[in-house]
């Protein structure tokens, strides 16, 4: 959590300036100087508003999900049923994630680490969601969830609830997805961007079967 709790124009400056950054350059390379120097602030200031450079990086990093949340609304307004949405929801976060690992996954598995962990939340209170339908709110639910698996468990609960599985299989689901993922996300964070796609494919295609081993009826898209 941010341990100075004033000056919240200054946060969202600083907030914007690294998620601008983090466009153009990886995690790793940007430095508190430079956010500093692009808000004209000192870097002290940096540390007055957040733990460090990684909870500030964090935080930013909760922008890059915005594309995932516009996919997220077209899927559903396709009028697909929750395990096709489940499906494709797993698809856009491949497609996002693969590119910028260094972004994804220290914010998706932050459940180990309070600096990510804390990351939605203290995003959020920055830049809250205006007024959302109902299955925009399950999204903001989604991602503020402090772990992927509650998040996974979350829309399973409600496939269950609907006769689409049983709750073991969103148990299942829940857990062994996120695994597959997070094993192969591991694994890219050097690798080139052709090796990345072709893990991402890979990737997809092992969620895809896993899903098909207790939902048979998923869609082939």
């Not at 929750?82 to 976060?93: A, Q």
């Not at 639910?141 to 979350?154: C, D, H, M, P």
């Not at 961007?193 to 990737?203: D, G, L, M, Q």
Request: with cysteine.
């Amino acid at each position: 959590m941010a341990v100075y709790s004033n000056g919240t124009k200054t946060k969202k400056q600083l907030v914007s300036a690294t998620l601008a950054a983090l466009k153009d350059t990886w995690a790793l390379e940007i430095k508190v100087r430079d956010i500093a120097r692009a808000c004209d602030v000192s870097p002290a200031t940096v540390y007055r508003h957040f733990d460090s450079m990684d909870h500030l990086i964090a935080v930013a990093s909760v922008g890059f999900v915005e594309e995932f949340s516009k996919s997220f609304r077209a899927l559903i307004n396709e009028g697909k049923n929750i395990m096709d949405i489940y499906m494709g929801t797993w698809t856009f976060f491949n497609k996002y994630a693969f590119k910028r690992p260094d972004v994804y996954y220290p914010l998706f598995w932050g459940e180990s680490n309070n600096v990510f962990g804390s990351a939605p939340h203290d995003y959020y209170e920055l830049f809250p969601v205006p007024d959302s339908d109902d299955w925009e709110d399950k999204l903001n639910t989604y991602l503020a969830s402090s772990n992927l698996l509650e998040r996974g468990y979350g829309v399973l609960h409600m496939a269950a609830s609907q006769g689409l599985i049983t709750e073991a299989d969103a148990h299942f689901l829940s857990k062994t997805n996120p695994l597959i993922a997070q094993g192969y996300l591991a694994s890219v964070a050097h690798k080139s961007e052709e090796e990345r796609i072709e893990r991402e494919k890979e990737c997809d295609a092992l969620i895809r079967e896993n899903i098909k081993r207790v939902y048979p009826d998923l869609s082939s898209e």
